[in-house]
């Protein structure tokens, strides 16, 4: 069993920053096997990906819209990652999800594990 677990969402203004975190944690589970990525889902949109951390953390692949908006960090000693979002504007309310699985992918479908998720709301 591995538990999955999101936090910093809030309601920010247009331009703001904000910073999420994630961690993961289990009886049998290896933060540093496995990689990371957020999603994040808009209301009555599919869920899409966001950024994505392989297991070392040497390679990042991001959406290419928010390549330069948000970055990622990751620290395998403390099983966290974070996900710093600069400049946000309205469209990126959603909610934000964290999710564990064997590499990086942009597709929801290959990760093993979620978390319940984060509400981000922008105001204009």
């Known amino acids: 069993q591995v538990q999955v677990a999101e936090s910093g969402g809030g309601l920010v203004q247009a331009g703001g920053s904000l910073t999420l975190s994630c961690t993961a944690s289990?009886?049998?589970?290896?933060?540093?096997?496995?990689?990371m990525a957020w999603f994040r889902q808009a209301p009555g949109k599919e869920r899409e990906f966001v950024a994505a951390f392989s297991r070392s953390g040497e390679n990042r692949n991001f959406a290419n819209l928010l390549k330069g908006r948000f970055t990622i960090s990751r620290d395998n000693a403390r099983n966290t990652m974070s996900l710093q979002m600069n400049e946000l504007k309205p469209e990126d309310t959603a909610v934000y999800y964290c999710a564990v699985g064997p590499y990086v992918d942009r597709r929801s479908g290959e990760y093993d594990y979620w978390g319940q998720g984060t509400q981000v709301t922008i105001s204009s």
């Open positions: 289990g009886l049998t589970f290896t933060f540093s096997h496995w990689a």
